[in-house]
C-alpha cells in the first residue's frame, strides 16, 4: 500500500515564526501536491512538483514555500507563520499522469498560529 | 472557468436507505471526475474515478457513481447506506485550463442515522 506520511499530526507556533511541514511517500512518485483544507472551502492547492528540484505555485501560494530535495520528500514552509494560516495542511501523492492518476493523501497536519 | 460544485453540504441518511451525494461540474474537453472520502481525523481516500468508458463507475466500499454527460453530474450513490459511511466527501475534476491540476470541490457531509 502506498503511505504517505506528514511529520506532525498537530502543530502549535506562534505569529512570525518560521514553519516546516514535511511531507514523505514511499511509492518513488514523481508528482506531490500540498493543499490546505478549511471548513467551506474545500482543498485548496497551495504548491505542487511534478519532479525533484521542480515547484509550482497553485492557487494559493501568497506565504509559503517549497522545497523538494528529494523524490520522496515534499516539505511545505511557512516563512513567517501568520493566524490566518491556521488550517489542517494535507499532502498527497501520485505516481503517472497527474490529470488522471489518484491522489494518495497523508493524515494531515492540523497547524494552529497563535 | 473549471469548476466543480457539490450543492448540499450536508446530506442525512437513514441506515439501510439509498444514498446518494451530489456533484456537478462545468469544464471544456472530457471530464475527468474523481470521488474521495475523508473520515474524522484521517487524509483523504480515493473512492472512484471516472475517465472515460461505462458511464457508471463502481468503487471503494460498495459505492458507484454515474457519469451524466447531458446534465454535467457525476453524482455519488450506494444502495444500502450504513453508519460507517458517514464521513465528508469531495468530488474532484481535471482543470485542463491549468496545467491539469485537479480541482476539489467544497465537501458534503454525509450523516448516516442509526
Known amino acids: 500500500d502506498v503511505k504517505v506520511t506528514q511529520s506532525s499530526r498537530y502543530l502549535v507556533k506562534r505569529t512570525g515564526e518560521k514553519v516546516f511541514l514535511e511531507c514523505v511517500q514511499d511509492?518513488?512518485?514523481?508528482?506531490m501536491f500540498w493543499y490546505r483544507q478549511d471548513p467551506g472551502l474545500g482543498l485548496r492547492l497551495i504548491y505542487f512538483?511534478?519532479?525533484?528540484?521542480?515547484?509550482e505555485k497553485g492557487d494559493i501560494p501568497e506565504g509559503y514555500s517549497v522545497s523538494r530535495e528529494k523524490k520522496e520528500r515534499f516539505s511545505l514552509i511557512l516563512e513567517s507563520a501568520s493566524t490566518n494560516q491556521t488550517s489542517m495542511y494535507l499532502c498527497?501523492?501520485?505516481?503517472?499522469?497527474?490529470?488522471?492518476?489518484?491522489?494518495?493523501f497523508g493524515p494531515g497536519t492540523r497547524l494552529t498560529v497563535l | 472557468a473549471q469548476s466543480v460544485a457539490q450543492p448540499e453540504d450536508q446530506v442525512n441518511v437513514a441506515e439501510g436507505n439509498p444514498l446518494t451525494v451530489k456533484c456537478t461540474y462545468s469544464?471544456?474537453?472530457?471530464?475527468?471526475l474523481f470521488w474521495y472520502v475523508q473520515y474524522p481525523n484521517r487524509g483523504l481516500q480515493f473512492l472512484l474515478k471516472?475517465?472515460?468508458?461505462?458511464?457508471l463507475v463502481k468503487g471503494s466500499y460498495g459505492f458507484e457513481a454515474e457519469f451524466n454527460k447531458s446534465q454535467t453530474s457525476f453524482h455519488l450513490k450506494k444502495p444500502s447506506a450504513l453508519v460507517s459511511d458517514s464521513a465528508l466527501y469531495f468530488c474532484?475534476?481535471?482543470?485542463?485550463?491549468?496545467?491539469?491540476?485537479?480541482?476539489f470541490g467544497k465537501g458534503t457531509r454525509l450523516h448516516i442515522l442509526p
Open positions: 474532484a475534476v481535471r482543470d485542463m485550463n491549468r496545467d491539469d491540476k485537479i480541482i
Open positions: 498527497a501523492s501520485s505516481g503517472g499522469e497527474p490529470s488522471t492518476d489518484t491522489q494518495y
Open positions: 511509492m518513488d512518485h514523481e508528482n
Open positions: 471516472y475517465i472515460t468508458g461505462d458511464n
Open positions: 512538483s511534478y519532479d525533484v528540484k521542480m515547484k
Open positions: 469544464v471544456s474537453g472530457n471530464p475527468y
